[in-house]
């Protein structure tokens, strides 16, 4: 009623009085009319508002300006307060009662049959898959088994259609893990919980089923995955999933380039990573605010070795920079604060080296104001339970053996195959590759049955090599049958490579040159030796793609789009006559990676290398970092709640409990 | 400039169109006046808008309501929008440099002198003792060691006036809990970390110390508290702290009421343990979703076992019963949610006994209502690693065994003495109460030097005895000096033991009828053996303080004001000739306490004991259940982060992910 027009002079005292006492409206009616009406209006007012001449009076802007300001607050408080109230309303609403009757379960999923090499239950029928009509059609649909629930494996799932496959995911983790902020979490600028959503969750579009275990084996010829399942109590189980598709997207471990003592570093790869780090922090600065604790040991708690100058070892050495300078600074002891010291040993001769000259030196520059100890083109010899010792050329060429004491030391350089990683490769005699699974341009693992299989993310590297399809090239090339490719040729040879290898494009720019480069004996055509000399040389020309997390969300959203098509037209490639391990050619073209650029947070300052050109600054810099980032996230409850982080870390700093 | 007041009509145009742009306005000045100006109103502005003239058409109101609508909208948008600026600004504030120079540290601090009866390291100097100067004026001022960062600890913070002593607390945790919200946080419906704030950080207004110790024995000659530290990599060390007031706030453990097999139990005392339900919970209802599973041993997976009755077991049942329901049913197989089955074992006849009998009937029969399986007036008998047995009198009247199979037994009944609280009892011989420390009603621990040593919270219970202190009592009532008491003088001691026990009151409201009824010679006095018969049943009439944090919150505060008069006192009350010792007496009465109600939250539901009415109901009550909470917390950061776990709940659902 409040809201509606007044009819005459009456009703509107009777109706804007209230309000006035509600929420301080500004009454523009009497203040922003033309001057010629004031007097009058004026006077209507003057019974209720003794103010209402004041507009004559010096001042006058001012206090308007003061009415307007209230006016906006008033009414974003009363927003507010509706929001809030809505807020409640479905909050109210979220409390209800719902009985669950009887639910079918297929007597094959309560009681599994065994089978396989092994002998081991087959989990032929899960739980779930008779308790509605969704799942009971699903179950009909061919079984999709992800294995991992990281970038990659949620890349897939995003792109999956509902209703085309029966997905299950095998994961020993319940929950996928934002891991570019992950050093952020180590520090507790952003909480834990902020980077993970569950993987029923995100399966729960699809119907989707976890299965919270670890892969170990893989029997390609009756299509069972072995995992063994984390039981609480200790007390695992070893168990078959069948599959008609399998996508490994297990990531990797990190590789030791056979430095001993490595047990005794942090990763920083899982939540658990980043929640025992931030642990190790708080408890060596307590430690070293006792008076009990000698200068030498103090020195030592409060030293932190970083190894490794890519994006992670940067971006911890940054965080822990913050929290020592912003936060424990105001709680501990200022000795302690004093004592800190963080070193970052790196091996190549700059930080960052995979990004541009610029940025590396604009973060060099940053970290030597910071203080940070910058170690590089220096070696890691060995880890012991309290120091680090590393080599590095001295000033008169001789290498030097060094030692920093600590008690902290994070390992983040390169990657290695985990134990199922390696139990695939060795499965498959192709398979040559020392760090990753290699797949071909469809990210169908070489040596597997064709289009059964397939490996993303870390656990995987696309092949470069064009020599094995020489002869297979040559044949589709040579058009006259002369076993030699004349240019005519290998104008159609080179749109082949470049199809079947998308990553040899950038080698194949310069076609002419290439076929006279190569053209050793000058007769116009290329021979099967000079062919092959010509492909391996390319083909070690290619850089294979870094394992990020931006590559394993590409090639996992790639492949799920590509599934779907698969599914979608399976009838129509059917009718004609497809076999299904072409379906994939048929759908869809190789995979292509398109780089968006690499960022890096460095300590209240940012890095863009976005390619073409690169973005470096202080906070506008690191607010576009956190944005990039914001807008990645997987989910809007993840992106709600590291808001919310960043903005508890503003007004009431990091959390420094140990938790 | 848009916010001043036009002069002219000309001048209102260009001023106001850009707001109508801006945000939508909804133009008051024509809509809210009075009719008889609307026709000049609307000429004037007739050449600018041509929606003035819609007052007259039909419609019009709904029109009215919409732009109000928007403008609110529209305000509250732009009123976010300049608090969003605000947080940010504040937030690029945050980002600052500070440099450490040389810092000042005492060498007592760096090396400490060993001494006491072990010849330990005594801290007699901190680290930051001298770095400025308020730390340098502090260190002359009495030390006052805090054991625990619990309630009482807390509440003795909260109330002490900041530069009055050297503030050291000694606790194993480096943060205070929340513990009434545990039961939530346990599963999901709060994280952890709301619950949690750093004890440095409640300290710091105080420039008060944490030693990050547990408390192992106490030198009350020397004033020495011996401490165990919590060394990173195990290695632990222990020292003196030595102090001028002690107070002891270690809170207790639970009691084993002598049961077998409690290794297996889960207790909720602490973040560690609701961070180890959680994760149980959730790693049950995965194993309970794989199909290897038989039926039985997920039946024993689904089924909860919780053993009391009393708040922390009601609640903590309540939040298993709505995880399961409003949460994990919608993502594990309905199976799960089906066999799920809670189990209350409570050893009186109801549960929540402390309450009034409508709650406990109320809460009975929304547990009833939710099939959560009430056992009650039985007793556990023994805990194995996969089942609880309990004992209850059949139909027949025979005591009878049953077995429950589970995976998940919580125990919360009653407490138990901590190691440090039990040394301290050892140490005084006059120390013979079996479940905490004996404190006077001034909370000074009994047979310790007066005025140096204090217990609160759990640790301590307040002696309730009065018979010791009959001699004293009759020579200073009995003024005639004739070894009896008349009634007159009966009334004077009644005064004097209400002084010393203020717990006894409730018992000495009948001054008359005890007098007559103890008086079995009927010679109108007392003597000293009718006394004493009198004394012992008041005493055990008297009903200790529970176990509660409202009791510990409210001892802290109490000595917390306490200390602080103490020390504000302390020229007056020397110059006065009180002894040291005497200053308890001189500046404060005896502890009161004052029970403020007693709450629970039964599932989607909650009660209120208040004492002389009872409040119970659904969401509303379950809202002011929250309510009350909320405005407990120690402080606006966990404020703020409850709220908005409770809203991400609403929105969002439980976080389900093993963390």
């Known amino acids: 009623m409040l809201w509606t027009a007044p009819s005459s002079t009456r009703s509107l005292h009777a109706h804007t009085r209230p309000l006035h006492r509600v929420l301080p409206l500004p009454a523009h009616s009497r203040l922003s009319l033309p001057g010629r009406f004031r007097p009058t209006i004026a006077k209507t007012y003057a019974t209720s508002t003794s103010s209402s001449t004041t507009a004559t009076k010096p001042g006058f802007r001012w206090r308007t300006f003061a009415r307007y300001?209230?006016?906006?607050?008033?009414?974003?408080?009363?927003?507010?307060?509706?929001?809030?109230?809505?807020i409640f309303l479905h909050d109210a609403c979220t409390y209800r009662e719902r009985h669950i009757e009887g639910v079918p379960v297929s007597p094959r999923a309560l009681h599994p049959e065994r089978g396989g090499p092994k002998n081991l239950p087959v989990l032929s029928r899960l739980l779930s898959d008779l308790e509605d009509d969704e799942n009971r059609e699903l179950v009909e649909k061919p079984h999709l088994v992800i294995v991992g629930g990281g970038w990659g494996a949620v890349g897939v799932i995003d792109k999956l259609s509902p209703g085309d496959y029966h997905v299950t995911i095998v994961s020993p983790e319940t929950y996928t893990t934002f891991t570019p902020l992950l050093p952020s979490a180590a520090v507790g600028t952003v909480s834990v919980r902020s980077l993970v959503e569950p993987l029923r969750k995100i399966a729960a579009r699809l119907k989707g089923h976890l299965i919270n275990a670890r892969a170990i084996d893989l029997v390609m010829s009756e299509r069972l995955l072995e995992v063994e399942t984390i039981v609480p109590g200790g007390k695992s189980e070893r168990m078959y999933i069948p599959y008609d598709k399998l996508i490994i997207a297990v990531g990797s471990t990190s590789s030791t380039h056979g430095v001993p003592g490595l047990e005794h570093c942090f990763q920083l790869k899982t939540i658990s990573d980043a929640q025992a780090i931030r642990k190790r922090i708080i408890d060596n600065f307590e430690a070293a605010s006792l008076p009990t604790t000698t200068p030498e040991e103090r020195r030592k708690l409060l030293s932190f070795v970083v190894c490794g100058g890519g994006p992670t070892g940067v971006e911890t050495a940054a965080e822990i920079y913050d929290l020592c300078q912003e936060d424990l600074i105001n709680y501990f002891p200022k000795i302690c604060r004093k004592e800190v010291s963080i070193h970052l040993i790196q091996s190549r001769e700059h930080i960052l080296n995979t990004y541009s000259e610029a940025i590396s030196r604009?973060?060099?520059?940053?970290?030597?104001?910071?203080?940070?100890?910058?170690i590089t083109s220096a070696r890691v010899q060995a880890i012991g339970p309290d120091k680090v010792m590393y080599s590095k050329r001295g000033p008169d060429g001789k290498m030097e053996t060094h030692e920093i004491p600590t008690n902290f030391v994070l390992w983040s350089t390169g990657i290695a195959m985990n134990p199922f990683t390696r139990r695939v490769a060795d499965l498959l005699p192709n398979q040559v590759h020392k760090k990753a699974i290699e797949v071909d341009a469809h990210l169908r693992v070489k040596g597997?049955?064709?289009?059964?299989?397939?490996?993303?993310?870390?656990?995987?590297?696309?092949?470069?090599?064009?020599?094995?399809?020489?002869?297979?090239?040559?044949?589709?090339?040579d058009k006259n049958k002369d076993g030699k490719i004349d240019f005519e040729e290998w104008?159609?040879?080179?749109?082949?490579?470049?199809?079947?290898?998308?990553?040899?494009?950038?080698?194949?720019?310069?076609?002419?040159?290439?076929?006279?480069?190569?053209?050793?004996?000058?007769?116009n055509s290329l021979n099967l030796n000079e062919l092959a000399v010509l492909l391996q040389e390319i083909g070690n020309k290619i850089t294979a793609l870094p394992a990020t997390a931006q590559v394993a969300s590409q090639q996992g959203k790639y492949l799920g789009k590509k599934l779907s098509k698969i599914a979608e037209r399976r009838k129509v490639l059917e009718a004609n006559g497809l076999r299904p391990e072409e379906a994939d050619e048929a759908v869809s073209g190789p995979f292509r990676y398109s780089h968006l650029g690499s960022l890096a947070y460095i300590g209240n300052a940012a890095v863009f290398d976005l390619g073409r050109f690169s973005f470096m600054?202080?906070?506008?810099?690191?607010?576009?970092?956190?944005?990039?980032?914001?807008?990645?996230?997987?989910?809007?409850?993840?992106?709600?709640?590291?808001?919310?982080?960043?903005?508890?870390?503003?007004?009431?700093?990091?959390?420094?409990?140990?938790?």
């Open 69 to 86: 300001t209230i006016y906006l607050v008033g009414s974003s408080v009363v927003g507010l307060g509706l929001l809030t109230g809505a």
């Open 362 to 374: 604009y973060a060099e520059d940053k970290f030597m104001h910071d203080n940070i100890d910058l």
């Open 448 to 477: 597997a049955p064709l289009g059964e299989v397939y490996a993303i993310g870390d656990a995987s590297t696309i092949e470069t090599s064009v020599v094995p399809y020489l002869l297979e090239l040559v044949d589709e090339a």
């Open 491 to 523: 104008e159609i040879m080179v749109s082949r490579i470049k199809k079947r290898i998308p990553m040899a494009e950038e080698q194949l720019q310069k076609v002419r040159e290439l076929f006279d480069l190569y053209d050793s004996d000058s007769d």
């Open 617 to 659: 600054g202080g906070l506008a810099a690191m607010y576009a970092w956190r944005s990039v980032y914001w807008s990645e996230q997987v989910s809007m409850r993840t992106r709600a709640l590291l808001m919310i982080d960043w903005i508890v870390r503003g007004v009431w700093g990091r959390d420094l409990s140990r938790l």
